[in-house]
């Protein structure tokens, strides 16, 4: 596809659940970032893969989130033992490198993740 | 990484020129100054981005003054598709991998 792809689009699920949340980066991009985002604040910082390795999980909330990218394209944000308190909007994004000083960061529409 | 600051909000009308100004005073010398907009239910998307002066594309300029601890992103003629958030970032060569957001400025368009 032309952009980043986030599936499913919108997830319920109970809490206490497994869940996996897919994202298909754009064609060649090296650089893939996961964010997420509550209603009203900017997206916050989850994790940065550069080809298959992540080379910052440093904004993963704890040990119930973990992220892999096995071929370098697609990434899969996997949530363990899910609380209310996950419920927000899960945002994808890839770039040809690095996207602080150089080009652009290309987002995905985002998978909006409820736990009731 | 450079700390950002910059209006909660901003009302304008049609037609008008909307200027957005963000504060990093301790911006390093490596650094990069990023705008990304946002509409909702979407992901971000990049509008432009400088390291000093004045940067100009089909759709904004950018005004970073010589001492870069600010910069302005000017939208001409808004229009009320232009109705968004907006978010100055700052970002260094050496951890320009990492998007740092902000909670950004909603800009209001009103007929």
């Known amino acids: 596809g032309a952009g980043v792809s986030q599936t499913p689009s919108n997830k319920v699920t109970e809490k206490g659940k497994y869940v996996e949340l897919r994202c298909d980066p754009i064609?060649?991009?090296?650089?893939l970032y996961w964010y997420r985002q509550s209603l009203g604040q900017g997206p916050e910082f989850l994790i940065y893969?550069?080809?298959?390795?992540?080379?910052?999980d440093s904004g993963l909330p704890n040990d119930r989130f973990f992220a892999v990218r096995p071929e370098g394209s697609v990434s899969t944000l996997k949530i363990q033992r899910t609380e209310r308190g996950d419920s927000a909007v899960y945002l994808c994004?890839?770039?040809?490198?690095?996207?602080?000083?150089?080009?652009?960061?290309?987002f995905g529409q985002g998978t909006r993740l409820t736990v009731v | 990484l450079a700390k950002t600051t910059q209006p909660i909000s901003m009302d304008s009308y049609e037609g008008q020129e909307v200027n957005i100004t963000c504060s990093h005073n301790?911006?390093?010398?490596?650094?990069?100054i990023t705008w990304y907009q946002q509409f909702p239910s979407q992901g971000p998307r990049f509008i432009i981005q400088?390291?000093?002066t004045k940067v100009t594309n089909e759709v904004a300029s950018l005004f970073i003054p010589a001492d870069r601890k600010s910069s302005t992103l000017s939208l001409p003629r808004v229009s009320l598709s232009d109705t968004a958030v907006y978010y100055c970032?700052?970002?260094?060569?050496?951890?320009?991998?990492?998007?740092?957001f902000g909670s950004g400025t909603r800009l209001l368009v009103r007929p």
């Open positions: 994004a890839s770039s040809l490198g690095g996207a602080g000083a150089r080009g652009e960061a290309f």
């Open positions: 970032l700052v970002g260094s060569m050496d951890s320009s991998y990492k998007l740092i």
């Open positions: 893969f550069q080809g298959t390795g992540a080379a910052d």
């Open positions: 301790n911006i390093a010398t490596n650094d990069y």
């Open positions: 400088g390291y000093k």
């Open positions: 064609s060649g991009h090296t650089a």
